[in-house]
């Protein structure tokens, strides 16, 4: 498994799942920050990074008029681009100007883990 450096909006969430778990008295003067819910399911297997400050996936397309690659935020995860391993959706997040995280599931259908 390759180290990666542990992103920030990860750490975050993590940090808020430790303190809401812990009762920890430093972490509860802080409010935790208000995230919308997981979502339960994906529709495809893999990788997605969610965006979850505007609630949208991170989509990847080719562009047959500009010619080039291009990436955009779409509101539903069906129009998603979703990636085979982690270390390519990790390298997209780092790109995505807001706050996200990363989501994985097995199969479709299946229950929401997240990743990164």
Known sequence: MRHRPVRNDYRRWLETQAAAASGDAPHATLPPP??????????????VVWCYGSVTYLDIRFDHHRFEIVTQQV????????????????????????????LFAETADAPVRIVG
């Open 75 to 102: 509101p539903r995860a069906a129009e998603a681009f979703y990636f085979d391993s982690l270390d390519a959706a990790y390298a997209h997040a780092a790109d995505v100007g807001e706050p996200c995280l990363i």
């Open 34 to 47: 208000a995230l919308p819910p997981l979502p339960a399911t994906l529709p495809f297997a893999g990788y």
